[in-house]
């Protein structure tokens, strides 16, 4: 059985779509019954990565599951992810496919990464069958950097960002979950080449047509 977490989410729920559509079996670990994607023949399980127990129940030995990356700060991430990781090696599960993002480590500059690489750690100490999907900043979440007046303020300067497809990440999520030949591995989903706040205000404003524009 292949789990899926966060699978009421918007990247959650495009990988067990994913999976759904390639005729896996699937179990939907969603906080919420309500909200769990409507698939035929999935099965769905209430549990929350706060909560070993309902964890515990949630994941069974030989399972393959999709982790998704909680949204909580730093520190509250990582208890969060220790959680989960402890009840998967608990249950025996065969295989955790964890979404990352670009750069993690203990050095990165950005605190998510650092949040990140710890949790891949964690998962190479864990005796667990692993992989790690890298993503940058979502591409259908650009007009996000923009506000009302479609100006982007941030103080990038001249950095440079590399952007991931929520679709196609989930298509790597469900390759790795369902081929052989990725354990241990690190993977890079990102769409090239990286742009600078002032590039990615043009190109939002040439697929829009509105007029969008970098004031640092």
């Known amino acids: 059985m292949i789990v899926v977490t966060g699978a009421s989410g918007h990247l959650g729920g495009l990988v067990a779509r994913e999976l759904a559509a390639r005729g896996e079996p699937v179990r939907l670990v969603v906080r919420d019954a309500g909200r769990a994607p409507a698939l035929d023949g999935a099965e769905v399980a209430v549990a929350d990565f706060g909560d070993p127990d309902s964890l515990d129940l949630a994941l069974h030995e030989g399972d393959r599951a999709f982790?998704?990356?909680?949204?909580?700060?730093?520190?509250?991430?990582?208890?969060?992810?220790?959680?989960f990781v402890d009840a998967a090696v608990r249950a025996g599960v065969a295989h955790v496919v964890y979404v990352s993002c670009l750069g993690a480590g203990p050095d990165a500059i950005f605190s998510h990464g650092r949040s990140h690489g710890a949790t891949e750690e964690m998962l190479r100490e864990s005796g667990l069958g692993w992989t790690s999907i890298r993503n940058g900043m979502y591409t259908d979440d650009?007009?996000?950097?923009?506000?009302?007046?479609?100006?982007?303020?941030?103080?990038?300067?001249?950095?440079?960002?590399?952007?991931?497809?929520?679709?196609?990440?989930?298509?790597?999520?469900?390759?790795?979950l369902t081929e052989a030949g990725h354990d241990g591995k690190v993977s890079d989903v990102v769409t090239p080449p990286p742009v600078d706040l002032g590039e990615l205000a043009r190109i939002a404003s040439e697929v829009t047509g509105r007029r969008y524009s970098y004031e640092p």
């Open 142 to 176: 650009i007009l996000g950097w923009f506000d009302p007046d479609g100006v982007a303020r941030e103080t990038g300067g001249d950095g440079r960002m590399s952007f991931s497809y929520r679709p196609e990440l989930a298509k790597a999520v469900a390759v790795t």
């Open 67 to 83: 982790m998704v990356s909680m949204h909580q700060g730093p520190d509250n991430r990582i208890a969060l992810h220790r959680s």
